[in-house]
Structure formats: structure tokens, C-alpha cells
């Protein structure tokens, strides 16, 4: 699936599915039935959702192979494929506040040996659109199951969080109750003998 240039019809038409009220995937099959070629068609529709042409190309790149799997009649799926892996979705110029919080998340993820393969991809959609709090979410819940003791990764998490406005609870490794920080607290009249009763302590008389 090389990257092509779009032609300027392909681009319109584009434009116009959307502005009828198409989602991208319906825009995307339609270029196709009328003649598109999948990367013209992607890279179309792309840019009339809000990405520059240049964006629109190097996110393509990871979809080479995709339209050599592909069968005739299973262009939904491709199309589908691309839409959950973020193709479509324009980059975001982040405020002040965000790029703060976003140097960040990245010193979090630069703590750390790798994120697995599907999380990074919903992940690094997540930064370039502008969902932070997202992405601080999804990381925390992967720092939780992964990464419960890197201190760097979670004292970056809680930076990341309160330049967000987010709870201090929410950046931070799970907490241990106080009662099972230590072994059981003994009960004072468990340390010595039973007491004996002064009636008994003594022969009667």
C-alpha cells in the first residue's frame, strides 16, 4: 500500500462525504467503490478529517502491507483495522498546560523497558490527539500491573497528574492498608499466663 499523492477530486469528494454526515469509514469504501486505491482513498479522506497532507503519508506508512492480506470484499476490515489504530484522527497543538504534562508522561515512559505492542498503539494516538487524561490513565493502569515499584516512572506519573488537575490518588502505586503493613497486633492480656482469681490462689481454710 505505497503512499500516492491525492488528487484534488478524490480530496473533495472526500470532503463532501464527510460534510453529508459519512463517518470516515463509510467516506473511505465509498472512494473505493468509485475507483480509489486504498492509499489515495486513506490519504483522502484523512486529510478531510483534518490532517495535513504530510501526517496523512507518514501515518500510512505502518499500513504497507495491510492491502496485500487483504481479499476483494474484505475492505471494511482493512478500513476498520486502520480506524482502531487512530489513522484517521487528526493531530492536536497542545496548550501550555499540556505540553507540560506531556514531557511528562513522556519521562514516564522513558523510565521504563517498553510498552507491549497493542497498548503503544492506542497509547501514542492518544498524545499526538490531545486525550492526556487518557493516556495517564491507560499508563497508570499498566504501571499498576507492570511497573509497581519503578519510582521514577510513578513520581513522573504524579507530576504528569497534577499539572492535569487529577486526584494525587491517581498517580501513585497501590497504597498497603495499615493492618497488612505488619504482622497481627497481640491483644495485651494474650502476652502472659491467665490470670488465677484471688479466691483461688490460696488452700481453703
Known sequence: MPA??????????????????????AAFLGLLRDGASPAVAAVAVCVAAGSTHEEAVDRLQQFTSLWEVIQPGEEALGVDLMISHGYFEADVALDARQQAALVHLQAALRSVPGVPSGPAIG?????????????????????????????????????????????????????????QAGPPAVAPDQTGPPAVAPDQSRPPV
Open 4 to 25: 500516492e499523492p491525492v488528487d484534488a477530486p478524490w480530496a473533495e469528494s472526500a470532503a463532501r462525504r464527510l460534510a453529508d454526515g459519512d463517518d470516515v469509514r
Open 123 to 179: 497509547l501514542g494516538t492518544r498524545l499526538r490527539t490531545g486525550r492526556l487524561v487518557e493516556a495517564h490513565r491507560q499508563l497508570e493502569r499498566l504501571g499498576h500491573v507492570r511497573w509497581p515499584g519503578n519510582t521514577r516512572f510513578w513520581a513522573a506519573m504524579g507530576r504528569a497528574g497534577e499539572t492535569l488537575g487529577l486526584a494525587p490518588d491517581q498517580s501513585g502505586p497501590p497504597a498497603v492498608a495499615p493492618d
